[in-house]
């Protein structure tokens, strides 16, 4: 099984930008397909972005598509969601998950970071 962790969540200002890391431990995370998603305060988790094991396929909501990018290192085990143009409804905790594949159930949940964006 995959042990997941992110960081790098706060609080930031309309129209900045934020970088979250997800570092991976346990099974080779090079093995396993990767995506974040987001829960905002009062409403259901949703989809942000995924990512195959070597990179090739990246998938995205249409919310985020052209401001956020996803990216991984498995030579460090890490994944990372890079946020750009951020705006008051991306205001959310932002999980890292890891998969048999980009558009499958995650089976490999981390705890979350929470990210605040004020106007």
């Known amino acids: 099984q995959v042990q997941l962790v992110e960081s790098g969540g706060g609080l930031v200002q309309a129209g900045t930008s934020l970088r979250l890391s997800c570092a991976a431990s346990?099974?080779?995370?090079?093995?396993?397909?990767m995506g974040w998603f987001r829960r905002a305060p009062g409403k259901e988790r949703e989809f942000v972005a995924a990512?195959?094991?070597?990179?090739?396929?990246?998938y995205y909501s249409d919310s985020v598509k052209g401001r956020f990018t996803i990216s991984r290192d498995n030579a460090k085990n890490t994944g990372y969601l890079q946020m750009n143009s951020l705006q008051p409804e991306d205001t959310a905790v932002y999980y890292c998950?890891?998969?048999?594949?980009?558009?499958?159930?995650?089976?490999?949940w981390g705890k979350g970071t929470l990210v605040t964006v004020s106007s």
């Open positions: 990512i195959t094991w070597n990179s090739v396929g990246t």
């Open positions: 998950a890891a998969g048999a594949g980009p558009t499958v159930a995650m089976d490999y």
């Open positions: 346990g099974s080779t995370f090079s093995n396993y397909a």
